[in-house]
Structures are given as structure tokens and as C-alpha cells.
């Protein structure tokens, strides 16, 4: 007996000694970006909810072996054989991809969406202008994706066939990519990183062959070299094996999962772009395809997945406004608006070959008004493309 208590202390004392080394430890380490992180804030007593929650992100994000304690949570959790993390909010397929999901029992209700899509229609004062909407596949391939049994489906699909069918109603026209999916060629366990919700770039890149292909069918566009701008092997293609945690990788590790490929595409032939971003304080980047629209840093920090997002190695990412020129098409190109979620990104860098001018409106961050920018600039589309996870209130800003 004596034994046993003597054991129980000892235990007990060296928990409280793990404890107290692991909390100076994270005190240390922590408080630079605590105090980062307060000095950011203009803090008061109505925002103070805010800054309390910032502050517990910060700590969180930066706690000491933060992603020790992740990757040993998916060893455990693939060991114990479990389809859910975090009370369901990233689930996983039979195929072994991740998904977001929720329970649900019905579609989500669009009207009010589609209504502000009528709406941005009826206000664009340039009738030669033409609004579409671009519908990215969801991760769930219907066909394809099978969820075992008791895990739960957005029903994003039926969602986004409802909001289309409103906005046929409405008399606005949409290229739904779902629709051409399978005779696209790619595999379907190809469509999609299995770690991350974003297609893979390879499927952005065929999508954006398939956008001007209807424009042409469509409305009679002519696309210069279309079927050169079309042709995969005229890129050169890069892949970094093993390197991508996606966004849902990055919250249960890659014992769980694995990582993924990233492919980088990029034009073979010459190119001559100008790219204005609003990153910091904005910046401005010109030369070649490469040299204006891939943020080749974060392709160089592929040693953590965990603090590199691959996907942003285009266009660095989602930004509240950005705008590509390509000098080569001057005064020939298409010039285009997308209001955009972040699947538009590497779509427009493929799209941006065939145009003049790629404007890219994220409603999330822009603050101005979107239909006062499509009246005061010259446009042959607008093009609205969330995707069919993000047909919310959120990113439907417009149209009021």
C-alpha cells in the first residue's frame, strides 16, 4: 500500500513539474505575440469579446509543440479508426479525402441570393455587359464520394442545383462545371487535394479551358489560340511531392491523412503581365507569368505544411481587390470582373491568358461598392463564382 501511494506522488509530482515547465515555457515563448496581437486591437468595452477571443487564437496558434500535440491527436484518432474530428467538423470519405460538413436535413434556402443576383443584374448599366455565374464542383462528387455510414452531407450539390435553377428563372445564365466533370478526363479522385477543400490546379486549369470553350459556343466569342491556351503540354509542370497540408489537413496532421502533391503550372512560352495586389501596402509585380502571378517564396518553405498553404502560391492568395493586365493582349483581350471566393484564384491566373484585364473582388474583405466598380469600368463579363460550400449570406454583398 505504502508502495502504491508512494508511486501516485511521484506520478503526481511530475505532471505538476511537466506543467509548470510547459506553461513558463509557453509564457515565454507567447508573450511577443500576446502583446502583438493587444497592440493591434483598439480595445473597448464593446470590442472587448473580440480581443479576448484574438488573444486565445494567438495563444492557441502558438502554443509550445502545437503541432506535436496535432499530429500525435490524428495518430490516435486513425488508430481508433474515426471518420470525424472536432465533433464532426471535418469528416472523411471511403475514399480517404476530408470534407466540412454539418447536419442537415434540407437544402439551404437561396432566394434571398438569388434575388441580389437579379438585383446586380438589373443595375449594371452597361447591357453589353453580360453576368454569369461560374459553379466549381463541390468535394462531393455525386457518383464518386461515398461517406460511411452515419456521417453526414452538406447537401451543398442540391443546394447549388436550387440556386441555379433560380437564377434561370431570373434569366441569368451559368456555366455549372459539374456538368462536364466527367468527360473532362481527370480521374475523379484527382478533382480535388484530399487534405485541403480547393480543387487541385490541375482541375482550375482545365475549368478555365472549359469557361472560354462555352463563351465561344455560347456568345460567340473568339479566343485567340484558344486551343493552344488549352493544351497542358504547352506549361511546364512542377510537383512537389508529400508537401500540402490543406486546411483540414492542418487540423488533424498528416498521420491521419497523409499530405498531398502540389502541382505548380505555369506557361511555357513567353508571357508579359502587370499584377497589382493588395498585400500590405500593395504592391505591384510585372514580367513573365511566373515572375508576376506565383508567389515562388511560399513554394520554398515546403519543409512545415503546416505553416505553408500552398494553394496561395497563386496570386498570393485571396486579397479584397487585384487586378491582372496582360500586356500582350493590350486592347484585344476579353476584360473581365470575378466576385470571387478563393476557388477563382489559380482560374484566373489560367483565365488571365486569354483577357486584357482580370479584375478579382473578394465581397469578404472589399469594402467599396461592387456595382459602382462594374459601371465605372470597362467590362465584357461579370462573373460571380463561389462555390457551392459558400452559397451564404457572407459573399453575396452585392445586390441589396
Known sequence: MKYLLRKKKITAICFLIFLAVFSIGNAVKE?????????????????????????????????????????????????????????FEVVKDQQGKLHYTYFTDKINDTTDLAGRMSNLQKRIKDKNCKLLYVMPPDKYIDGYTKFPTGIPYSMANQTADSFLKKLKAAGIDSIDFRNYLKESGIKMQDVFFNTDHHWKIQTAFWASSVFFEQLEKRYGEKIEKESYYSDLKNYNQITYANSFLGSMGRKIGRYYAG?????????????????????????????????????????????????TDMYMTYMYGNQDFAHIQNKDNKGKGLNICIIKDSFAVPFAAFSSLRCDNVYLIDPRYYSKSIEKFINQTDLDYVIVMFSPQDLVDEFFTFGK
Do not use: C, W
Open 31 to 87: 508573450l511577443g505575440k500576446v502583446t502583438d496581437t493587444l497592440k493591434s486591437e483598439t480595445i473597448s468595452v464593446t470590442s472587448l469579446g473580440d480581443t479576448i477571443s484574438k488573444v486565445e487564437s494567438s495563444i492557441n496558434e502558438n502554443m509550445l509543440g502545437r503541432y506535436h500535440f496535432i499530429e500525435a491527436f490524428g495518430y490516435v484518432q486513425k488508430l481508433l479508426d474515426k471518420n470525424e474530428i472536432n465533433n
Open 259 to 307: 499530405a498531398d502533391d502540389f502541382t505548380l503550372i505555369y506557361p511555357k512560352f513567353a508571357t508579359n503581365y502587370q499584377f497589382d495586389l493588395h498585400v500590405g501596402k500593395g504592391m505591384k509585380l510585372t514580367g513573365r507569368f511566373e515572375e508576376a502571378l506565383l508567389a515562388t517564396p511560399v513554394t520554398r518553405q515546403t519543409e512545415n505544411p503546416f505553416d
